[in-house]
């Protein structure tokens, strides 16, 4: 495809463009580096017990979350997080 030739007015606002894209470009390259989220930092406790379901290999592990204590299990796409029921917490509430 054959363009029109561009004469210099045409070329220099072109440049300009071009400029102006440029600048546009490393502005947002140096928001996205200052705006890239930091690693959150953990305030869950996690234990490990001997508690093996029959679909998951890897034993489940005890959370505790506002001193309650939670059954968490993790495999492939598969999360469970379910109340442990006779908690150390539950359990000194109803005494
Ligand atoms: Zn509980």
New binding site residues.
Partial sequence: MMGVPLNKQQRKEGCLIMTILGIIAIIGLILFIMVEPKEPKVNVDKEKTTYILKEYYTPAEIVIIDS??YLYLSEGHAIVLT?KGN?K??KTKTQ
């Fill in positions: 309650c204590e109340h908690c917490n539950c």
